[in-house]
């Protein structure tokens, strides 16, 4: 069974900073996509950051540009985002999602495989 566990989660002040992490077991990074979504209360789930399976190619969402950077340490089975200057709007419940029948950026939840149970930032004004 394909597990994905985030952490790094919590509160924090606008204006600082998180790093999530996303662990994998169950399946080897090399060859899956990878994505990062949030979810508000009444929102939908959207995507935030993608990442090929190379690490290579990414994709943002155009609020986060210039504020967050998707990685991934595919020896590690983990994937990251570094949140930096963070705005109450980025208070959500994130997840990572593994997409294991690509290996290019895939910016959509609907072709994702495999989700983890998500962790809450809540960002403070």
């Known amino acids: 069974q394909v597990q994905l566990v985030e952490s790094g989660g919590g509160l924090v002040q606008a204006g600082g900073s998180l790093r999530l992490s996303c662990a994998a077991s169950g399946y080897t990074f090399r060859h899956y996509a990878m994505g990062w979504f949030r979810q508000a209360p009444g929102k939908e789930r959207d995507i935030v950051a993608a990442?090929?399976?190379?690490?290579?190619?990414?994709y943002y969402a155009d609020s986060v540009k210039g504020r967050f950077t998707i990685s991934r340490d595919n020896a590690k089975n983990t994937m990251y985002l570094q949140m930096n200057s963070l705005k109450p709007e980025d208070t959500a419940v994130y997840y990572c999602a593994a997409d294991v029948g690509s290996s290019v950026v895939v910016v959509t939840p609907g072709p994702y495989d495999y989700w983890g149970q998500g962790t809450q930032v809540t960002v403070s004004s």
């Open positions: 990442i090929n399976w190379s690490g290579g190619s990414t």
